[in-house]
């Protein structure tokens, strides 16, 4: 992999001109940047909001008068000299604009956050290169880096908001996906122009120019969060539903909480259950790298084994309790299908834009695939996820939740209401297949509910949606 050269990084300058601007620079720059970094400790440091406020207008006053001083972004110009002699990641300087906002530190830097922008200013570089402050960031959900036409644009998702990402100096792209595709063991290639993998902390997707027009780094963060613990009625049922055992979809658009949802699901069956004996079978890890249990399996695609080999080897060789399907795409639908309508419990996500659209799209998998069949006739709950974008950040998850009867729909929760508990409890059979103490299907939901913390919710009467409105609408 080539290096970077310097008359390429500092504008024409030799490595003699180099430690010439070292010198120059060193004395000049002394000040402001320990200014910064005097500023930016002492804010993490008071605890009043009255210090916290004088504080803040401290290093934006600070932050101003370097920023503005000849225009372009020095304030941290001796480290950033330093690391681009250690780093191949770097390019040119870039000018940037005065900024107000809030300047946060972490390990590696500083970020500044105002008006829409996040601005990144590396002080010691790690695997991420120029952008390893913004990784360091708890906050930080979501990066995405593409390069048009010879420009970098740089967006991230910070505690529920979008930012647009401004660096101190060019990202030269390919090198950061190059290292990335090597230290994750992506294989990229002319034949292979798309993978992804875990990096860091991170599932990164890399894409190479030919088919994204540049090169092409999307990164989310692999956190272990489980929104279902704030809703434990919620969490409660869904768990005694895959109990009964009943085969669970979750349907929603890319990003609307449908896996995060999932995972939820089967960590607090893992925590009831802990010797319940699971499969998880996917094409890449996602599920699997945040769930663990001495009783669980797992299955991932490589070579030419596919996600219907492997449902099929599970079935045969481990006979689990509970099968978990990471994603239905189209070739392993027939076989999941078939585990869903054999008693085995099966969750497992599906794109779709609501209820109505998931239904129609897996009939029509199925009866490609020659099977004269309905996917009501294997799978019972269905539940509907949703994604809302809006000026003030995402809200993603569970929006609503349907158990199949001979009616139609019926709802059990929707937009935080739920069906009163004597009607949840008349969906479930007489036993459940997983026990608490007894089989016995009320007994077990309540012991469910008192693990899970579940206390009172707001409930009412909720009426069965008939299939043909369901159907011939996009009920969500």
Avoid at 204 to 223: D, E, K, T
Wanted: hydrophobic letters at 40%.
């Amino acid at each position: 992999m080539p290096l970077v050269s310097s008359s390429k990084n500092l504008g024409g300058l030799r490595p003699r001109g180099l430690k010439l601007l070292k010198r120059e620079r060193s004395e000049e720059g002394l000040a402001e940047n320990s200014q910064l970094r005097k500023a930016a400790r002492t804010a993490s440091a008071p605890s009043s909001p009255n210090e916290q406020q004088a504080v803040a207008g401290e290093v934006h006053s600070t932050l101003d008068a370097v920023l503005q001083r000849g225009g372009r972004a020095r304030r941290l110009s001796l480290p950033l000299i330093r690391a681009r002699e250690s780093s191949r990641l770097e390019g040119v300087e870039v000018p940037l604009q005065a900024l107000r906002g809030e300047v946060v530190r972490v390990a590696s830097g500083y970020l500044l956050f105002g008006d829409g922008v996040g601005r990144v200013y590396a002080e010691r570089e790690g695997p991420w290169g120029p952008l390893q402050p913004l990784v360091d960031y708890p906050g930080t959900q979501e990066v995405f880096v593409t390069e048009q036409d010879g420009m970098v644009h740089i967006t991230a998702g910070i505690a529920g908001k979008r930012y647009v990402v401004e660096l101190p100096r060019e990202l030269v792209v390919e090198r950061l996906a190059q290292r990335i595709a090597i230290a994750a063991g992506i294989p990229l290639s002319e034949r292979n122009p798309q993978d992804s993998g875990e990096y860091h902390g991170w599932r990164v997707n890399l894409a190479l120019p030919q088919i994204a027009g540049g090169w092409q780094i999307s990164a989310a963060r692999v956190v272990r969060v489980d929104p279902l613990r704030g809703e434990p009625l919620l969490l409660a049922r869904l768990v005694t539903l895959a109990a009964a055992p009943n085969s669970l979809v979750f349907a929603g658009p890319p990003g609307s909480g449908k896996t995060t949802a999932l995972i939820g699901v089967l960590r607090a069956l893992l925590e009831l259950w802990p010797q319940l004996r699971v499969s998880i079978v996917e094409e890449e890890p996602e599920v699997a790298v945040q769930v663990q249990g001495p009783s669980v399996v797992r299955y991932f695609s490589f070579g030419g084994r596919t996600v219907t080999d492997n449902i099929r080897a599970t079935r045969r060789y481990d006979r689990p309790d509970l099968l978990v399907v990471g994603e239905l795409r189209g070739e392993e639908v027939p076989s999941w299908f078939e585990a869903a309508g054999s008693g085995i419990p099966v969750l497992t996500t599906a794109h779709s834009v609501g209820l109505a659209d998931a239904v129609k799209r897996l009939d029509t998998l199925i009866q490609a695939a020659g099977l004269r069949a309905s996917v009501l006739d294997a799978v019972r709950v269905w539940v509907v996820c949703g994604k809302t974008v809006s000026s003030s950040g995402v809200e993603r998850g569970v929006k609503a939740v349907y158990v199949v009867t001979e009616k139609g729909f019926q709802p059990v929760y929707k937009a935080g209401r739920h069906l009163a508990e004597e009607e949840f409890v008349k969906l479930l059979p007489p036993e459940l297949q997983l026990a608490l103490e007894s089989r016995e299907a009320a007994r077990v939901y309540e012991r469910v509910r008192e693990r899970l913390g579940a206390e009172e919710a707001r409930f009412e009467q909720m009426e069965p949606l008939p299939f043909e409105e369901v159907l011939s609408s996009e009920v969500g």
